[in-house]
C-alpha cells in the first residue's frame, strides 16, 4: 500500500503536502510525532477512513488490513465471546493454540461471557486489541496499542508481533508514545512533522541518535529542542538498546556528540538538596495493612521511603498500586499498622484523570499562570511559568485558549506544570505519561531530571520508568519488593511464577538471582529470602558507610606508599617496617572492596 502526491488540509491546518510513501511486506514502522502533526491520520489514510484533498491511496487488491483505532465500535449488548471471536464456533477457537494465547494474555481477568457495556475502558481496549490480534492479517495499523496494558502484557504482545510473520511477510505500522515498545518491535521510524513524513532506518534509539546527527549537521537554531534530545541520546547510549538494522550513518559520530556530556541527572547532589528540604525522614510504612471493600491489597507492608529517592512501582492491573498511594498520602487509613510521614513533607500527584484542572476548566491558560509564582528554577536558571509552558511545547498563542479547550496531550503538560510550580519535595506520578508524545516526554524527563524531591512513579511505560527513576519495586501479593535488576527481574520472576502454575513452557525460566552480602544480611540472602524494606534500607546505609572508609583506606595506602619511598634504602629495618605498613594499608583497602562489592549486588548498584 502506498500514498502518492497526497494532501490533506482541516479547517485550520495543512496535515500533509505532498506526501509520497509506501509500505512493503516485511515492514515494521514506528511513527512519532508531536501530538496534532497527523499520525492518526496517517493511518486512517491507509485505511481509506479519511481521504485526501489531492493525490492517491493505493493497495493491493487482495490485501487483509486489521486496525486498532484510539476509540473502539464494540457492541454495548455483546458478551466478551461475541466481540472477541464473532461467530466462530468454540471447539473451532478453543483448538487454535494461537487463539488461547492471545486469550489468555490479554483477558485473564475478564468474565468470557460478560457484557461490554460493563466493562471499563481498559477492558473494553483489551477485548477490542484480542478480538484484532485473533484475525489473519496481511498488515496491522496499530494507534496506542499499549494504552491500559501493564508490563507483563506490553513485553507479550511485543513478543507477539516480533513473531506473528515469518521474516519478510506482513506489515505493522504502529503509533504509541511507548519508547521501549518502538525499540523491541519496529525496524524503521517514520516521523511526522510539518506535513511532511521523515523515514529512519532503525528502532526508536536509531531514530534518536540520526536525529540528533541530522540537527547538528542542519545547525539548528532551536538550542533548547536539541539539548533535550542530546540529553536522551545520553541515557540511550548508557543504558538502553540502540537497536538498529544496517544505520546508514556513523554511530561513532553520534556517540561524539555525546563523549563530554554528564549523567542525566547528579543522584548525590539530588539527594543533598532533597535532604535540606525534607529532613531524614520522608515516609515510613510499618506493618501497614490495607484495602477496601472487605479486600486486602497490602499485608504488613514495612517501607522506608528516603529523602531524595526516585523510586518506580510495577505491578499488574489490580495488583493495589493505586491504594499504595493512597496510603502513602495517607488518604487511606490502614486496617492495621501505621504510616510515620515527615513534617516538612508536602505531597503533590499528578493523577491520570486531569482532576486537578476541572476547577480552572473555564479559565484562560494565562490567568491560570497568573495566579501563581511567577518564577522557577530550572537547571539553576531562573524561568518564568509562560517560558516554562513553551519549552513543553506551547505557542504563544495557545496562552489565550481555555483550559476545555485544550487537547489531551496539552492538558496533560499544564496538568504536569501547575504541580511543578506548587514546589513539593514529594512528587508522585501516576501514569504521567498518558496522551504526551514522545518529545514531550523527553522534555517531561528533563524537568524531572533537575526536580529535588522524593519521586513515586507508578506506569507501565517501561522506557519511562527505567529513564527517570533509579530503584524500581513491585506490588507482589500484596508486599513490596526491590527489583535490583528493574523490571526485566519482575518480568523474570511474572514468568517463574507462570511456569510454577503450569501456565507455561517448562524451558522459559529466568536466570536464578544470586545475592550475597555481608553479616546478618548475609544469611538473608543466602537463604535466597528477598530482603525486606527495612533490610534494604539498612544495607545502603552500610554501603554508603564502606564507601567512606573506602576512601580512607585508599588515602592511607597512598600516604604508606610514598613514606615508604623516602625510606633509606640501606636501612633494612626501615624498609621493613614501611613495607608492612604497605601490607597492612592493602589488605585493609582489598577488605572494605570486598565488602563494597557485596552489599553494591545486594541493593543493585
Known amino acids: 500500500m502506498a500514498c502518492e502526491k497526497v494532501e490533506v488540509e482541516f479547517a485550520t491546518k495543512r496535515v500533509f503536502d505532498c506526501l509520497t510513501v509506501g509500505v512493503n511486506d516485511g515492514d515494521r514502522i514506528g511513527i512519532v510525532g508531536k501530538n496534532g502533526d497527523g499520525k492518526s491520520t496517517l493511518l486512517k489514510l491507509f485505511m481509506r477512513q479519511v481521504e485526501p484533498d489531492s493525490g492517491r491511496v493505493q493497495r493491493r487488491g487482495n490485501l487483509t488490513i486489521g486496525y486498532l483505532g484510539q476509540g473502539d465500535h464494540l ?76 508490563v507483563e502484557a506490553i513485553t507479550w504482545l511485543a513478543g507477539h508481533l516480533k513473531n506473528r510473520w515469518r521474516e519478510g511477510e506482513g506489515a505493522l505500522l504502529v503509533v504509541t508514545h511507548d519508547r521501549w515498545f518502538l525499540d523491541e518491535v519496529c525496524l524503521d521510524m517514520w516521523e511526522v512533522h510539518n506535513a511532511r513524513l521523515t523515514p529512519f532506518e532503525g528502532g526508536f534509539s536509531a531514530y534518536i541518535q540520526q536525529r540528533v546527527e541530522r540537527d547538528r549537521v542542519a545547525q539548528v537554531k532551536e538550542m533548547r529542542r536539541q539539548s533535550v534530545l542530546r540529553k536522551e541520546l545520553a541515557w540511550l547510549s548508557r543504558g538502553a538498546r540502540a537497536r538498529a538494522t544496517k544505520p546508514k550513518f556513523h554511530v561513532a559520530a553520534a556517540r561524539a556528540l555525546i563523549a563530554e556530556d554528564p549523567p542525566v541527572r547528579n543522584t548525590l547532589e539530588l539527594k543533598r538538596v532533597s535532604m535540606q528540604r525534607l529532613g531524614k525522614q520522608v515516609v515510613d510504612l510499618v506493618n501497614v495493612t490495607a484495602g477496601y471493600e472487605g479486600k486486602t491489597v497490602l499485608r504488613d507492608v514495612e517501607w522506608i521511603i528516603g529523602p531524595g529517592e526516585r523510586i518506580g512501582i510495577v505491578g499488574a492491573n489490580g495488583a493495589g498500586k493505586t491504594t499504595l498511594l493512597n496510603v502513602i498520602m495517607q488518604q487511606i487509613v490502614p486496617q492495621s499498622g501505621y504510616v510515620k ?34 518564577r522557577y528554577v530550572v537547571d539553576g536558571k531562573e524561568v518564568s511559568p509562560g517560558q516554562l509552558l513553551e519549552r513543553m511545547g506551547f505557542e504563544r498563542q495557545q496562552l489565550n485558549s481555555r483550559v ?103 524451558d522459559i525460566k529466568p536466570d536464578p538471582d544470586v545475592s550475597t552480602t555481608t553479616g546478618d544480611l548475609q544469611e538473608s540472602a543466602s537463604s535466597a529470602r528477598p530482603l525486606s524494606n527495612k533490610e534494604l534500607h539498612q544495607a545502603r546505609k552500610d554501603l554508603a558507610s564502606v564507601e567512606r572508609k573506602l576512601a580512607t583506606a585508599e588515602k592511607n595506602l597512598e600516604q604508606a606508599q610514598a613514606a615508604q619511598l623516602d625510606v633509606d634504602p640501606t636501612d633494612y629495618e626501615a624498609l621493613v617496617t614501611a613495607q608492612t605498613a604497605v601490607d597492612e594499608a592493602q589488605e585493609r583497602k582489598d577488605e572494605l572492596e570486598m565488602q563494597w562489592l557485596e552489599l553494591a549486588e545486594l541493593v543493585g548498584d
Open 404 to 506: 476545555m479547550d485544550l487537547s489531551g496531550g496539552q492538558k496533560r503538560r499544564l496538568q504536569l506544570l501547575l504541580t511543578l510550580l506548587a514546589e513539593p519535595n514529594v512528587l508522585i506520578l501516576d501514569e504521567p505519561g498518558n496522551d504526551m508524545d514522545t518529545d514531550m516526554l523527553a522534555v517531561m524527563e528533563d524537568l524531572l531530571d533537575a526536580w529535588p524531591g522524593t519521586l513515586l512513579l507508578v506506569t507501565h511505560d517501561r522506557y519511562l520508568m527505567e529513564r527517570v527513576t533509579d530503584d524500581q519495586y513491585a506490588l507482589l501479593d500484596g508486599d513490596i519488593r526491590h527489583l535490583p535488576g528493574g523490571v526485566d527481574e519482575y518480568l523474570d520472576i511474572m514468568r517463574e511464577r507462570a511456569v510454577a502454575a503450569g501456565t507455561m513452557e517448562e
Open 341 to 374: 510521614v515527615g513534617k516538612s513533607v508536602k505531597f503533590a500527584l499528578l493523577s491520570q484523570r486531569l482532576q486537578e484542572l476541572e476547577p480552572v476548566a473555564d479559565d484562560y491558560v494565562r490567568v491560570v499562570l497568573g495566579r501563581i509564582k511567577q
Open 75 to 150: 457492541n454495548d449488548d455483546d458478551t466478551v465471546e461475541r466481540a472477541v471471536v464473532g461467530d466462530m464456533p468454540e471447539y473451532e477457537w478453543a483448538a487454535d493454540a494461537g487463539i488461547r494465547e492471545i486469550l489468555g494474555a490479554l483477558l485473564p481477568d475478564i468474565e468470557w461471557h460478560a457484557r461490554v457495556g460493563e466493562l471499563s475502558g481498559g477492558q473494553r481496549r483489551r477485548v477490542d486489541l484480542a478480538r484484532l490480534l485473533i484475525g489473519r492479517w496481511d498488515a496491522l495499523l496499530l494507534d496506542e496499542p499499549t494504552n491500559h496494558l501493564d
